[in-house]
């Protein structure tokens, strides 16, 4: 059956960074579009990164992490990654993967087919 299984989650200073995996299994991940999303305390559940399937030539970040996350796939590993640097309180919550059967779906949630458990990420001040 299809799992994905995310890890790299943690506690971790402002400023500092973390890397998320998310192993995919169960389908042909390499056509698959995937995403990150993340939930914080008492929130809803919010986009943060998106890559296209096969090459992921094609990505999108919510405005709040541009140019501090970095969404990646490596196919023949069956795994997307985001980096995360200069990390916020703010980023603190639970992250999600996501895939989803399209070249790429970016920021729609109900797109996706299959999701993670998350991965909890604590930034402290």
């Known amino acids: 059956q299809v799992q994905l299984v995310e890890s790299g989650g943690g506690l971790v200073q402002a400023g500092g960074s973390l890397r998320l995996s998310c192993a995919a299994s169960g389908y042909t991940f390499s056509r698959y579009a995937m995403g990150w999303f993340r939930q914080a305390p008492e929130k809803e559940r919010e986009f943060v990164a998106a890559i296209s399937w096969g090459g992921g030539s094609t990505y999108d970040y919510t405005d709040s992490v541009k140019g501090r996350f970095t969404i990646s796939r490596d196919n023949a590993k069956n795994t997307v990654y985001l980096q995360m640097n200069s990390l916020k309180p703010e980023d603190t919550a639970v992250y999600y993967c996501?895939?989803?059967?399209?070249?790429?779906?970016?920021?729609?949630?109900?797109?996706?087919?299959?999701w993670g458990q998350g991965t909890q990420v604590s930034v402290s001040s």
């Open positions: 996501a895939a989803a059967n399209a070249y790429f779906q970016g920021s729609y949630q109900n797109a996706y087919d299959y």
